[in-house]
């Protein structure tokens, strides 16, 4: 990608420009901007364009910077640019240009094409999406190792509003303490803490085993895997059997639970899990929500 300015200053006329593209060696993309093979535009080249078209301090939005920070798996369409408050842009094309509100957001950019921080990235993102996608959101560049939970603490507390503040807040805490996915969120706050469970160790290994498990509860010889559709279907479920029965023979059980159960009975899965302890020497009491308050222990079992 190449602006007229840039042309002219590396040598060339506007004559000689203008014959390039008549050749159809050089494309126009927007009056001024120039791609300088004969190809269909990449996505890449599209989001290089907007920066030259949006000038000094331009910077790609949340959308085409999650993509680039891989917080987001599809790119944004149209490309979405940051420009200064000041500047309007009237170009056609495939762009969305957006005229920043003064701090609303750190004024740092990063990489080439310049972006948002991933910190900033996922705020803005976080901001358009509703508490199911806010916690996909956050658990994905932690995850990921893309930020940290400091991070964007940070930069939550320089913004004047969000619109996620005190779920977003909840949440940090949350990934603080080693859920590392939407279904852990789930189980940490609908089924440990609702329950008053005993926090369970988030991501250890067991006995020298080279597995990782979602919880342990290693003073009660009790392991909970908390399983997602993908990653254990085929060969997956193969793997997962092996992994149960090796932690069988350093004598941890092992109950294992999907998206479905933690969804649709919380506090069924909580009872069985606190039977499964109390076999195991923990001497607390369950403690009932308001969803099961009601219920007999037979339907807490059956729920």
């Not at 701090?103 to 996922?122: C, D, F, H, Y």
């Not at 004047?160 to 603080?176: K, P, T």
């Not at 999907?258 to 009975?265: I, N, P, Q």
Request: aromatic share 6%; net charge neutral.
């Amino acid at each position: 990608m190449i602006t007229r300015e840039q042309a002219l200053a590396h040598g060339l006329s506007r004559h000689s420009v203008d014959r390039l593209v008549v050749s159809g060696a050089w494309r126009r993309l927007a009056s001024g901007i120039f791609l300088t093979v004969p190809l269909e535009p990449s996505w890449d080249s599209l989001a290089w364009a907007g920066i030259l078209l949006g000038g000094e301090s331009a910077r790609l939005g949340p959308e085409s910077s999650g993509f680039l920070h891989h917080v987001l798996p599809e790119v944004s369409n149209p490309v979405d640019v940051l420009v200064p408050r000041t500047r309007r842009i009237d170009v056609n094309g495939p762009w969305r240009f957006i005229r920043e509100r003064p701090a609303a957001r750190p004024a740092r950019s990063v990489g080439n094409p310049p972006r948002l921080t991933v910190e900033s990235t996922v705020l803005d993102l976080a901001e358009a999406r509703d508490a199911g996608e806010v916690v996909a959101l956050i658990t994905t560049a932690v995850q990921r190792r893309l930020t940290t939970v400091k991070r964007i603490g940070n930069d939550l507390d320089q913004r004047a509003r969000h619109r996620h503040r005190e779920l977003l807040r909840d949440l940090l805490v949350d990934v603080d303490e080693g859920a590392e996915s939407p279904i852990e969120l789930r189980y940490l706050r609908d089924v440990e803490r609702t329950h008053g469970l005993p926090k369970g160790q988030r991501q250890q290994s067991r006995s020298g085993l080279p597995f990782q498990t979602d919880v342990d509860y290693k003073e009660f010889g009790l392991i909970v895997e908390l399983d997602g559709r993908v990653d254990h279907e085929g060969f997956g479920r193969f793997r997962d059997m092996d992994r149960d029965n090796r932690h069988a023979l350093v004598h941890a059980l092992t109950l294992r639970y999907g998206l479905y159960d933690l969804a649709s009975r919380p506090c069924g899965v909580a009872f069985q899990v606190y039977r499964a302890l109390a076999e195991r020497g923990y001497l607390e009491v369950f403690l009932r929500c308001r969803r099961c308050s009601t219920a007999s222990e037979v339907d807490l079992l059956l729920a």
